[in-house]
């Protein structure tokens, strides 16, 4: 491992890439794995027809290049999304990852800046450095809440080109008020500041949540970014997207790879499209599993945050590392999100929520 540092050290790497790891959740192989906020259900059995017939008929077209605007596909994404939005306004890549990076590319770069407001998903600093865009942690309140009174006048402070909000929050579970967005747009107004509403886990959020979707209308620098590898099941799939003014997308076809949504991911994202409602149903049954496990935390005398994703953060703890290896050793995998104190579980079946319930129930009376 040290010779392999020592190798990689030696190589011309820029600079702002020395020192840094590559993302990883650890994969290991585990009876529960509640660490990715994967949905842990499987694909269901009409989905998985409607997908194996489509990328079948893809293939007889593959010694050819797809369609490099992804058009069909695009038509589906703005009708799943409603809100009077057209295929005009929707773009797509493969994982919101490369939607945020080809943000990046357009909007951010050597010079410019990115804020985003910590503790939040691990991949944003990533991506900056990747584009080499400077990156600037912003401040939550000590209960990882953001005012929209705070986020504004750090944006006022810092006057950064790109805004990541990531709502709900990733890992505190926490979604954004809608007055958040709308203070940190018009903050970055003087800036002209592009705005990225990051909505993951928008469809686990709880009813009467309204999505920044809602703000697009007039705000020509505002991105609300989506996947379909949380509520959709398809995280193997890789499809991100993004909905924004019609000129935002054209941003990022200068660039975008060529053809770079394969016709495979074409047809099997819009199979899975095509076939929503069954997929969307298991999106209710694991809210239900995350309200559960938020009230049986509490019940146990540890400190859940209120979720209104697959996931829940939750502290009280003294040692989450110990808590964490108790629950390895007995098969349950969440993650260690690096806040002392703390851990996240993704919301799983019925069966695998037991699962960890069970052990946390025996690792805290234990305590
Ligand atoms: C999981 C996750 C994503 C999704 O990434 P994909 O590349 O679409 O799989 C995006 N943003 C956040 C905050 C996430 O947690």
Redesign the pocket.
Known sequence: MTQNLDRLNALPLRDNLRGKSPYGAPQLDVAVALNT?ENTHPVPADVHAAIVQEVTEAAWTLNRYPDREFTALREELARYLGHGLGSEHLWAAN????ILQQLLQAFGGPGRSLLTFVPT?S?YPLLASGTDTAFIPGERAADFGLTPESAAEQVRRHGPDVVFL?SPN?PTGTALGQDVVTAVYEAGEEFSTVVVV?E??AEFSHGGTPSALSLLEGRPRLVVSR?M??AFAL?GA?L?YFAAAPEVADAVRLVRLPYHLSAVTQATALAALRHSASLLANVEDIKMQRDRIVDELKRMGLEPSESDSNFVFFGGMGDSRAVWEALLADGVLVRDVGIPGHLRVTAGTEEETSAFLESMERIASAR
């Open positions: 906020n994982g919101s990852n490369e998903y991949m990531c990733n990051d993951a886990y996947t590898s949380k995280a890789r991100g």
